[in-house]
């Protein structure tokens, strides 16, 4: 199983970015698939996560309302919308799975299954 993460890079605060996660070795439709992030000191928190199966959606309270997470089943391709970024979104985001199988809380780290490399986001001011 890969998740392999793409699209980071150096943005100017209020700048956008999307980030691709790639999935070969699962079905995204069986996962919930989602995104972390860990800056520097800090532990990985979930961001978002979405499950096609059930329909599940998450967005933590940082990224609400500026983040949108989607999936392309033809793809197996996992995406993070970034819009209005703010120099405390730096960190290393990463794709993560886990089976869509109750009970689950996608943006759980303890639980998940599959994590990908990561890929660095840096938001200047």
């Known amino acids: 199983v890969q998740l392999v993460e793409s699209g980071g890079g150096l943005v100017q605060a209020g700048g956008s970015l999307r980030l691709s996660c790639a999935a070969s070795g699962i079905t995204v439709e069986d996962y919930a698939i989602g995104w972390f992030r860990q800056a520097p000191g800090k532990e990985r928190e979930g961001i978002s996560c979405l499950s096609y199966r059930d329909g599940t959606r998450y967005y933590g309270d940082s990224t609400k309302g500026r983040f949108t997470i989607s999936i392309s089943i033809a793809r197996d391709t996992a995406y993070l919308q970034m819009h209005s970024l703010r120099p405390e979104d730096t960190a290393v985001y990463y794709c993560?799975?886990?089976?869509?199988?109750?009970?689950?809380?996608?943006?759980?780290?303890?639980?998940?299954?599959?994590w990908g490399q990561g890929t660095q986001v840096t938001v200047s001011s």
């Open positions: 993560s799975a886990v089976e869509s199988v109750p009970p689950y809380v996608c943006n759980d780290r303890d639980i998940i299954h599959y």
